[in-house]
């Protein structure tokens, strides 16, 4: 069974993409923990992330990583966390969520509800911010 992350790399589903390359892809995260919530995924699907072969699990932290430091520059927070999870979608996916606090990081939080121009604005600094 094809992943709803599959779906939005096809455009099946919109998102507010972030980047994207030959192998990976950045969307704002719907449900966000905080404003700047980005998933990066591989784009070819594999449930655990320590299933990828090592030449795209490094070519994916080092994705991550580029997104991460946009999200910095212009989301006001101390650092950039990492969360991989695993359990919710069928397909390897990294959270990157601006965080002040080891707390902010809590999926039992109540997510934000951000506005379609918010996600917008939102992804489109991100944009600008990668390198």
């Known amino acids: 069974m094809t992943s709803i992350f599959v779906k939005i790399i096809n ?28 998933l990066v995924i591989p784009k070819k699907e594999t449930d655990n992330i320590f299933d990828i072969e090592d030449e795209n699990y490094k070519g994916l932290f080092l994705f991550a990583k580029k997104i991460a430091k946009a999200i910095e520059k212009v989301i006001p927070c101390k650092k950039v966390g990492i969360v991989v999870i695993g359990l919710e979608v069928p397909h390897a996916h990294i959270h990157l969520v601006p965080i002040n606090t080891i707390y902010d990081i809590d999926f039992k939080k109540t997510k934000l509800k951000l506005s379609e121009i918010q996600f917008l604005e939102i992804a489109n600094k991100i944009k600008q911010a990668i390198q």
Request: a negative charge.
């Open 11 to 38: 455009n099946e589903i919109p998102s507010y993409k972030i980047a994207e390359d030959d192998n990976y892809f950045a969307f704002l995260d719907i449900n966000p923990l905080a404003e700047g919530h980005t």
